[in-house]
T-cell receptor, first 109, second 113 residues
């Protein structure tokens, strides 16, 4: 079992829908959680950074961390075609961070 | 620019050739990471520096891979005697201090032929 599991998709949703992206993990020492967006042939772009459990909101994006279930989520409201990309979750204990495989998201106009 | 800068963006190497990949982190960032990303996969950790000290190199796949950051700023990832399986995108990231957000460069796409 990998330390971080993420469904690779692809996930296709219509424009304007709410998107839910998720990761599970096995290492209970993880306490820093990140979501990155990666467009084709580009580097990962940081979207959200959270510490420990709870919710964090930034514009159309909401990140949730449930440490008791070892489960994190990213919600995208009012999805746009420009949100079409690969979304990577990453997490760390206190130094290096471990990535999921990424979920490919397609927003259909 | 103010972001992480990597060069070259693309590199084609003949099998057996040595290559050097450069990373210019964001100015003042203490921590620097190297990751390897295969097509369709998430980035895999290679090595981590705090200032000039290499604190973790557990992800380097073989002794052909070597990284340095001699003055605690620019870093170089060197791959000796490249093999086809080394073909990937090599990503560099930096962060201002431990346990803060990390920012990535655009990567170097290495193709070994």
């Amino acid at each position: 079992q990998k330390e971080v599991e993420q469904d690779p998709g692809p996930l296709s949703v219509p424009e304007g829908a709410i998107v839910s992206l998720n990761c599970t993990y096995s290492n209970s020492a993880f306490q820093y959680f990140m979501w990155y967006r990666q467009y084709s042939r580009k580097g990962p772009e940081l979207l959200m950074y959270t510490y420990s459990s709870g919710n964090k909101e930034d514009g159309r994006f909401t990140a949730q961390v449930d440490k008791s279930s070892k489960y994190i989520s990213l919600f995208i409201r009012d999805s746009q075609p420009s949100d079409s990309a690969t979304y990577l979750c990453a997490m760390s204990a206190n130094d290096k961070f471990i990535f999921g495989k990424g979920t490919r998201l397609h927003i259909l106009p | 620019g103010a972001g992480v800068s990597q060069s070259p963006r693309y590199k084609v190497a003949k099998r057996g050739q040595d290559v050097a990949l450069r990373c210019d982190p964001i100015s003042g960032h203490v921590s620097l990471f190297w990751y390897q990303q295969a097509l369709g996969q998430g980035p895999e950790f290679l090595t981590y520096f705090q200032n000039e000290a290499q604190l973790d190199k557990s992800g380097l796949p073989s002794d052909r891979f070597f990284a340095e950051r001699p003055e605690g700023s620019v870093s170089t990832l060197k791959i000796q005697r490249t093999q086809q399986e080394d073909s990937a995108v090599y990503l560099c990231a930096s962060r201002p201090s431990p346990n803060t957000e990390a920012f990535f460069g655009q990567g170097t796409r290495l193709t070994v032929v």
